[in-house]
């Protein structure tokens, strides 16, 4: 199995240098060369099997020999092992042909915690294996940054520094993240918005004297193997609605595009998705760009949905890279055009190709708000805000195929927003319930990449 650069110059590399190494050296991302089929059959003998299982089955040949067979059970089985769920990712009916795939039942309470769980124990059992240790960078809109401590939190061969935009991630995220106390985390608290941690984080990788230096590594979405985790639960969640005899739907909150790649992944498995909807909030850069043709940043709006509160969405360039016939020179030259220019028009042929593959909508804050409320007046269920934008756009795009809306996170990460819509405060689960007792640590940094590399330097251990 070999892995592609989305500009075509980096090295052709294995799943696990590719997942070890995060962003490919030309600037890219990493992709598969090919992407392996799953036959009919085989999908449909995943019905009633456990979600570990499942997931080695749709993992398994993505990984070529970058681990045993039996070594990769057992990583899956560790990964999961800390859900509150028996299913880890069920799905309960929340409407007529309507479904919500829970995805908050990891020990961080949003679905980052399928890659991130699976990520720390791919990273170690491959470390540990070559002798290396490596200081993992991330940027995080909120729910990234805390799964990945939650993921590498004590691991000997492994510093993780995490960049959060400093007062615009919600007190329970910034709290899952400053209060873990071993010394391989570290937050940082950025003088900035999400796009500045993000970039800074891009300034890191593309600097390769400090990336060598400190043995970079990255986990953010642009990490393949956090892509491959959750392209599990799509097809797990579609099995269990009767494909691949019967075709569904999906809607995803979208924000870095990580979660509905691995959508997209799926289908060109086999998996019979009729539509893919990309939800996003009023910052709707992905919707406005299939809408119009011209892909283009505007300042970020701060919204009750942080996690998506984004305007350069990372993964994007994996789909703009098959919508241009895998032509990375293609690619590159509409990254420089937006890094120079914040804009870059999506070419005919590329745009067509997208808006086959994507149907999608946007939520904006009162029709998130409303939703929350009608949702919680009409079921009784509390959702958290990312998930009320997907309902909304789901709402919009119901067909005749089970619409499969992805809930991303537990109210509870966000209760203000929640208590505001619907009068109720939701509870934090018993495991968390001390979270606010608990003693904080963070270090607040400039919004400049020599006093983020300093501060790596100085931190991480030897
Ligand atoms: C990260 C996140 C999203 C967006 O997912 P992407 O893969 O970045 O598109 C949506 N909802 C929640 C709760 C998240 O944490």
């Known amino acids: 199995m070999q892995y592609v650069s989305t500009r075509g110059q980096a090295p052709v590399l294995s799943f696990e240098e590719a997942m070890l190494s995060g962003l490919a050296r030309d600037g890219g991302l990493y992709v598969p060369r090919d992407v392996p089929a799953m036959a009919p059959d085989a999908m449909a003998a995943l019905a009633g099997l456990s979600y570990e299982?499942?997931?080695?089955?749709?993992?398994?040949?993505?990984?070529?020999?970058?681990?045993?067979?039996?070594?990769?059970?057992?990583?899956?089985?560790?990964?999961?092992a800390g859900f509150a769920h028996a299913a880890r990712a069920p799905i309960t009916q929340i409407g007529s042909n309507h479904f919500l795939l829970e995805l908050f039942h990891g020990p961080t309470l949003a679905f980052k915690d399928f890659a991130m769980q699976l990520i720390g124990q791919l990273f170690q059992a491959a470390l540990a294996r070559r002798g290396q240790r490596v200081t993992i960078v991330g940027a995080t809109s909120g729910d990234t940054g805390s799964a990945a401590i939650e993921a590498f939190r004590g691991l000997d061969n492994v510093d993780v520094f995490i960049l959060f935009p400093e007062g615009r991630v919600s007190e329970v995220q910034r709290r899952q993240m400053t209060t873990p106390g071993e010394a391989n985390v570290h937050a940082l608290a950025l003088d900035g918005d999400f796009d500045d941690c993000q970039a800074r984080l891009k300034d890191m990788f593309n600097d390769f004297a400090f990336r060598d230096e400190v043995r970079l590594a990255g986990?953010?979405?642009?990490?393949?193997?956090?892509?491959?985790?959750?392209?599990?639960?799509?097809?797990?969640?579609?099995?269990?609605?009767?494909?691949?005899?019967r075709a569904v739907d999906f809607t995803v909150p979208t924000g870095n595009f990580g979660d509905i790649y691995a959508g997209t992944i799926a289908r060109r498995m086999g998996l019979p998705i009729e539509r893919l909807v990309i939800a996003t909030n009023q910052n709707d850069i992905l919707h406005r760009a299939l809408e119009s043709g011209v892909y283009e940043t505007r300042g970020v709006a701060p919204s009750i949905s942080p996690s998506m509160d984004i305007q350069v969405s990372s993964n994007f360039e994996r789909a703009l890279f098959d919508a241009c016939g895998r032509d990375g020179a293609a690619v590159a030259q509409l990254m420089d055009a937006l890094r120079d220019t914040g804009r870059f028009a999506i070419p005919r042929g590329a745009l067509q190709y997208l808006r086959e593959l994507y149907a999608t909508g946007r939520a904006s804050e009162d029709e998130t708000r409303a939703t929350i409320a009608a949702i919680y007046r009409d079921t009784g269920r509390i959702v958290c805000p990312h998930t009320a934008v997907a309902v909304k756009v789901a709402q919009e795009s119901l067909g005749t195929a089970p619409m499969i809306t992805l809930a991303t996170a537990h109210p509870a990460k966000f209760p203000d927003a929640v208590e505001a819509a619907t009068g109720t405060r939701p509870a934090l689960p018993a495991h968390m319930a001390d979270l606010f007792e608990r003693e904080e640590r963070m270090t607040p940094v400039a919004n400049d990449l020599g006093a983020?590399?300093?501060?790596?330097?100085?931190?991480r251990r030897r």
């Open 53 to 80: 299982e499942a997931a080695f089955r749709v993992m398994r040949p993505f990984l070529g020999e970058s681990f045993a067979e039996d070594e990769l059970h057992e990583i899956i089985a560790r990964a999961y």
């Open 219 to 245: 986990v953010n979405s642009i990490n393949w193997a956090r892509v491959l985790a959750q392209v599990v639960y799509y097809v797990t969640s579609a099995v269990s609605l009767g494909a691949p005899h």
């Open 452 to 459: 983020l590399q300093s501060l790596i330097r100085e931190r």
